[in-house]
């Protein structure tokens, strides 16, 4: 029987405190280890990180099995009714006529397209995607892209200019019946756009006619993740030119090391370079490969600054501090970012309107398929570089 997430958090953390006392009882007067011993303990510490994906990969089924299982529809206890007491029926693309003609007309090779879909046409010939659908499309998102979670997502119509306070009235002492000195308050302004993304894919008609099959499901699940991967590299490595700009392009460097040999040290003076008011709704982002350097990491005591969490659904810490793990985030060397420190509620993204749903009715037809494409338009933008601080290494 497969072991529930409470359980493998615990046999994580007997794992790591094994793996510490290991290291403690290996290591020579010299801080060095035989080939042998470096050997068992990378292969322990491979164990941990594999079980700390294992715990995410849980975590996120049992989200995902939480949404699926909700009810879809209300019991009937009366007479029926267009609506029910005391609620507005939903009308256009957030009706339930409208969701199911989208289903049907996906099903049929859109060959059954109803009238009701003329409520949603996009510009391009294309169809909105439902508002239920596109509701679980962005907790796909938000579930496979760290920056949307950790980031300010708002919705946009044009662009959206943000105001921001240049510089502040500064209190100044004057003697006894002394004349007012008067300062100027400056303000600036930045501007979230909008950048298309897309995501594109070929469905044979036999999977397109087969009712039995999850397509609504398969759908939000597979596009959510194209279009998560693409909007969480762009969000953290984004040069802003076609596509939004990036929090590793913008953020402050709060540490420069010479090598990729991190230190406890590093780390701590990365806290202590991020102003006071943002540490309390900071944490770090970092690659799994440097995430195994910094588990190594002890402070003057003794102990280890990276601590894995104990409890479902929680992350683990690093100084107290949550840590978040990206693929998108640079690999550890020489010029590049190590790690980012900050709150990362500066990181605004803007959703142009809503997306939309296209197929492409003859592009594969002689292959016996269906291309379908989904799209949006989406910017995003650290409007405080300060509110950021990254732990770099220098070009050597």
């Known amino acids: 029987m497969a ?12 794992l790591w405190e094994s793996t510490k006392k290991f290291l403690e009882d290996h290591i020579d007067k010299d801080g060095k280890m035989t080939a042998a011993d470096a050997e068992a303990y990378e292969k322990m510490e491979a164990d941990i990180k594999e079980m700390s994906k294992t715990i995410d990969r849980l975590n996120k089924q049992a989200e995902m099995d939480k949404k699926f299982a909700l009810p879809t529809s209300s019991p009937l206890t009366g007479k029926p009714q267009t609506a029910m007491p005391g609620t507005v029926e939903k009308k256009g693309t957030a009706s339930d006529a409208y969701k199911n003609a989208m289903l049907t007309a996906l099903r049929t090779n859109f060959h059954k397209v109803e009238d009701v879909l003329q409520e949603g046409i996009d510009e391009s010939g294309g169809y909105l995607v439902p508002d239920e659908l596109d509701g679980r499309l962005v907790d796909v998102l938000e579930e496979e892209n760290i920056m949307r979670k950790l980031g300010h997502p708002l919705t946009t119509s044009g662009q959206h200019k943000i105001n921001l306070v240049a510089s502040k009235p ?44 999850q397509l609504e499901k398969w759908i939000i699940e597979e596009f959510g993740k194209a279009l998560a991967n693409a909007e969480e590299d762009a969000f953290l490595n984004g040069d802003g030119t076609g596509k939004p700009k ?18 406890a040290d590093d780390v701590i003076d990365l806290v202590y370079s991020l102003k006071r008011p943002y540490r309390k709704n900071a944490s770090f982002i970092t690659n799994d490969g440097t995430l195994g350097v910094i588990r190594k990491l002890k402070d003057d005591n003794g102990n280890y600054l990276w601590q894995p969490s104990l409890q479902a659904g929680q992350p683990d810490t690093l100084l107290g501090y949550s840590i978040h793990t990206s693929q998108f985030a640079p690999v550890l060397a020489a010029g590049n970012v190590a790690m980012a420190f900050g709150d990362y509620n500066y990181y605004n993204i803007g959703d142009r309107g809503r997306r939309a749903f296209q197929e492409l009715k003859e592009l594969f ?6 291309g379908f494409v989904m799209k949006e338009r989406v910017d995003g933008l650290l409007i405080l570089p300060e509110a950021v601080q990254l732990l770099k290494v220098s070009e050597g």
């Open 365 to 370: 037809a002689g292959n016996g398929m269906v």
């Open 3 to 14: 072991m529930t997430i409470n359980e493998m958090l615990e046999k994580r953390a007997r």
């Open 246 to 263: 990036g929090l590793f392009r913008d953020a402050q460097t709060g540490v420069t090391i010479d090598s990729v040999d991190i230190t």
């Open 170 to 213: 500064a209190a100044l002492w004057i003697e006894e019946g002394g004349a007012l000195t008067f300062g100027d308050a400056a303000f600036d302004q930045k501007f979230l756009d909008a950048h298309k993304l897309h995501v594109a894919i070929k469905v044979t008609e036999e999977l397109l006619y087969d009712n039995a099959f």
